[in-house]
């Protein structure tokens, strides 16, 4: 020890009470720290006067104790606003009508760029800029009357501007090129194959490998995108359909443009699908409408609706039947219309939850459904009774199904993260082939066969595409795609590595 501490100060008394636990230190003490009030109020009281105390400087004290003082903070303040919480302020009628001012002199003239006169188009600025909003006293009635005829013209304003439901007849498309047709006379329609000659070849006979680059993106839906499907047999156009309610088509081989957009749903696009020449196709949302379309000149040719939301639909694939289509509906129902008429012609009621998936099998005599309520059911067709029911106690819900080119084999995506393999004949599961090692619960992401068969893909909920092979069951790739969801994939039919991929991030990608 250094220091030579002083007589006075080891004498001392010992800082602090000799006993803490004796009689009381505060006339008001209740804990042995000092005074404990309960409160309680509710969350939305609590916010309010949060709010009020760190944007205004003040906020009530919720003591009981009448010697406590009454407000928190800044009395000043509070006076000021006449003890008003953050949600009672109320703009002044003075203040309204200085906040109506008008802008800055004139528009300005479009021949001066800069200084004294120049234009300012709709960007001028308000007079007094940069000035905070004073808060004013009390409303009075002329205030709250103007208020309400302010609200009625605003309400007024918003009902004509409001959409009405989707009617039909009500449906537009919009050509974005420059023209309908080439030189020749040839429209979108025809495959372009001066550009990609291939095309006239069959799909699957060329070997396919696994891509690895982005080639090209297209952007344009403004929310996720919901479903892609490439035009049959060529998968030279592209038709996406998104939850920004717009169905889309895009040009793959040529300049990768946005050729045509099609509306008419006022809720999101759930699914699409081609006929089997692509002149047509079928559109369902969850503005419970299925509407038929003209791929050519994108008119809206009929629309159909039974009051429930179609989760999905189906074409059927025989060419003397492309007049009948049916949908897997929100009401455990799948319902099978006949275009010609616009009716019903027969209804398969079997399941017990909403209807996601349709695969014909087959030769397209039987198809097989999955639905939310664990279960997969076979049907011979236009015989609304269940022939093969498969339900497992360790089965989960199989939102996507996707047939092997080889129509032998059925890929179900099921939701505890793996998918299974059933036969197309017999609807057996194949436990030997078995693919995970992906994330997808809660996402009913496609699944994607390449042309040749080799590789099975699904996209996962953390943006990724993942490839399989088919023979070993071995994950051969991870790419990763999008930052959010791949909910949807496509393998062009000609191409050896291309892959066009759909996320709910709003972006169309094409792999190489």
């Given amino acids: 020890m250094k220091v030579n501490i002083t007589y006075e100060d080891m004498m001392a008394p010992v800082v602090g009470p000799e ?15 000092g005074h404990v009030e309960e409160q309680s109020m509710s969350e939305h009281a609590f ?23 009454r407000i928190i903070g800044s009395v000043e303040k509070a006076e000021a606003n006449g003890f008003a919480t953050i ?33 300012v188009g709709p960007w001028g600025g308000w007079e007094g800029d940069g000035a905070g909003v004073p808060v004013g006293p009390e409303p009075t009635e002329e205030d709250e ?6 609200a009625k013209e605003a309400a007024a304003i918003k009902s004509k501007a409001k959409v009405k439901r989707s009617v039909f007849g009500q449906e537009t498309s919009i050509f974005h090129g420059k023209s309908l047709t080439d030189y020749q006379g040839r429209t979108y329609m025809s495959p372009p194959l001066a550009v990609a000659p291939h095309l006239s070849q069959e799909a699957g006979a060329q070997e396919t490998y696994i891509p690895k680059v982005c080639v090209h993106t297209w952007t344009g ?39 045509r957009t099609f509306m008419g749903h006022h809720k999101a696009v ?46 059927h694939p025989d060419e003397d039947k492309q007049n009948i289509f049916l949908a897997g509906m929100s009401d455990k129902k799948i319902i099978q219309y006949d275009m010609n008429t616009g009716e019903i012609t027969q209804e398969y009621d079997q399941h017990l939850g909403p209807v996601n998936t349709i695969t014909f099998v087959d030769e397209n005599r039987r198809f097989i459904t999955t639905s939310d309520d664990k279960t997969m059911r076979a049907w011979d067709f236009d015989i609304p009774v269940v022939i093969k029911y498969i339900a497992e106690p360790d089965m989960h819900s199989m939102p996507a199904v996707t047939l092997h080119p080889s129509k032998k084999w059925l890929a179900a995506q099921s939701l505890d993260n793996q998918i299974c393999i059933y036969s197309a004949e017999n609807f057996r599961q194949n436990r030997k082939k078995r693919f995970a090692g992906h994330t997808i619960a809660g996402y009913a ?25 088919w023979k070993t069951g071995r994950i051969k790739s991870r790419l990763k795609a999008h930052n959010k969801v791949v909910i949807a994939h496509e393998w062009l039919p000609h191409e050896t590595s291309k892959v066009i991929t759909a996320s709910w991030d709003g972006l169309i990608k094409l792999w190489d």
């Fill in 19 to 33: 006993n803490p636990f004796g009689e009381r230190r505060f006339l008001n003490q209740n804990t042995l720290a």
């Fill in 47 to 69: 916010k309010t006067q949060y709010l009020t105390h760190h944007i205004l400087g003040y906020s009530a004290n919720p003591s009981n104790d009448p010697s406590a003082p």
């Fill in 87 to 119: 949600d009672a302020q109320r703009t002044s009628r003075q203040t309204k009508k200085e906040l109506k001012r008008k802008r800055n002199g004139k528009k300005g003239d479009l021949d001066v760029v800069e200084g004294e006169g120049a234009y």
């Fill in 145 to 150: 009357e103007e208020d309400e005829e302010e």
């Fill in 221 to 259: 839906h403004t929310q996720g995108v919901s479903v892609i499907r490439t035009f049959p047999g060529t998968g030279h156009l592209l038709l996406s359909g998104s939850m920004d309610t717009k169905i889309k088509l895009w040009d793959v081989y040529q300049e990768g443009n946005c050729l």
């Fill in 270 to 315: 759930k699914d699409v699908t081609f006929s089997n020449d692509g002149r047509r196709f079928l559109s369902c949302g969850y503005d419970r409408q299925m509407k038929l379309w003209d791929t050519e000149t994108g008119q809206c040719l009929k629309a159909f609706s039974n009051g429930k939301i179609p989760h999905c639909i189906r074409f």
């Fill in 445 to 469: 992401c496609q699944v994607g066969f390449s042309p040749d068969g080799k590789w099975i893909s699904s996209g996962d909920s953390d943006g990724n595409v993942v490839f399989w092979d």
